[in-house]
């Protein structure tokens, strides 16, 4: 299996700045054939099921604003919040969609300071 | 629009066998790439994924709870259903139902639903 580790476990952003959320993987999630990252993140506010929020480690999914990206290859990958709102109060994850089982992160709760 | 709706009893008991429907709509789970699956998060706690079914019947599951996962498809019915047995204290969790296309991340989930264990 794959394992995924987020950190950190939570932090505390002021409005308007910009959150940092690491995800490494045990082996790398990029395919060499198609030269992409199978790193997916996702968004969970209280009560709700997670939100798709990027594929391919970069790929926004339809109606995810730009604030939103994600970067990173191979084994290290970031989900970067710029501009941060108040309805970005939840908690992400990161997954691998590299190989099966597709494993999760632990979660970051991202906070307003 | 793409919708899914876990249902199936709120609690169990300790040994019993857990089973759950997801309805889908939106979607066929006969077109090709198609797949649906799922994954739990006890309260407070990470996601687990559990199981996949393909278009094609191919299955998948947790290396970890493989033996006690069935997962099974009718696609004249939209429905997919999981069953686990030797329900545990352990397993108390949301159950979320989810679609795949062509590659395994999840851009739709249903609401979830929240089986208890307990006796």
């Known amino acids: 299996d794959i394992v995924m580790t987020q950190s950190p476990d939570s932090l505390a952003v002021s409005l308007g700045e910009r959150a940092t959320i690491n995800c490494k993987s045990s082996q790398s999630v990029l395919y060499s054939s198609n030269n992409k990252n199978y790193l997916a993140w996702y968004q969970q506010k209280p009560g709700q099921p997670p939100k798709l929020l990027i594929y391919?480690?970069?790929t926004r999914e339809s109606g995810v604003p730009d604030r939103f990206s994600g970067s990173g290859s191979g084994t290290d990958f970031n989900l970067i919040i710029s501009n941060l709102q108040a309805e970005d109060v939840a908690v992400y994850y990161c997954?691998?969609?590299?190989?099966?089982?597709?494993?999760f992160g632990q979660g970051t709760k991202v906070e307003i300071k | 629009q793409i919708t899914l709706k876990e249902s199936g009893p709120t609690l169990v008991k300790p040994t019993q066998t857990l089973t759950l429907t997801c309805t889908f709509s939106?979607?066929?789970?006969?077109?090709?790439?198609?797949?649906v699956g799922w994954i739990r998060q006890p309260p407070g706690k990470a996601l687990e994924w559990l199981a996949i079914?393909?278009?094609?019947?191919?299955?998948s599951y947790s290396p970890s709870l493989k033996s006690r996962l069935t997962i099974t498809k009718d696609t004249s019915k939209n429905h997919v259903v999981l069953t686990m047995t030797n329900m545990d204290p352990e397993d108390t969790a949301t159950y979320y139902c989810?679609?795949?296309?062509?590659?395994?991340?999840?851009?739709?989930w249903g609401q979830g639903t929240l089986v208890t264990v307990s006796s």
């Open positions: 391919w480690a970069s």
């Open positions: 079914i393909y278009w094609n019947d191919d299955k």
């Open positions: 939106g979607f066929s789970l006969s077109t090709t790439g198609v797949g």
């Open positions: 997954q691998q969609h590299y190989s099966t089982p597709p494993m």
């Open positions: 989810v679609h795949r296309l062509n590659t395994n991340y999840f851009d739709y």
